[in-house]
């Protein structure tokens, strides 16, 4: 899954079919999870297709719901179960000085601090604590995403982020 491809970002994806009237249960990859339906309009990957609709959703519980612009019944909803929630960077709030977007870190090539190479970024995890970074390399590693402490720079044009970490951790 690249969140970079087109510059698009993924928020969520579609669970599935929510009663008979075209609304969708939401996987939210924001924080607050009901911070998704916020970003209309979306753009629905289906497949190898890509359609921008229009939304309106809210929180119902522990789940997130949203109707889609053209969903119209629960048919047309379950169609919908699987497809990736995308939006433009744009529609996302600005950010303060050391604070990235997940999805600006995944693909990163990581170093240690001595010029090791650790990995890429392949995905983030939210632990409670702290946000983990999960690395691909010769080995998968979980590395904490603490500024200052463990990850000393972050250095987004050229794609590479420098931590205090040893490659045998």
Sequence with gaps: M?????????????LGAQGIKGWVRVFSNTSPRDNIVNYSPWIIEQGDERKAVSITGRSQGKNV??????CEDRSAAEALTGCRILISPEQLPGLQAGE?????????QVESLQ????GVVASM??????????????RERL??????????????ERKRLVVDWLPDY
């Design 143 to 156: 590395i904490p995403f603490v500024i200052d402490d463990i990850v000393h720079e972050v250095d987004l």
């Design 115 to 118: 010029g090791e190479a650790l």
């Design 100 to 108: 990235y977007y997940w999805s600006d870190l995944i693909g990163l």
């Design 2 to 14: 690249d969140q970079h491809q087109d510059d698009l970002v993924c928020v969520g994806h579609i």
């Design 65 to 70: 719901i949203a109707r889609l612009e053209g």
């Design 125 to 138: 995890i939210e632990t409670g604590a702290d946000d983990v970074m999960v690395l691909q390399g010769d």
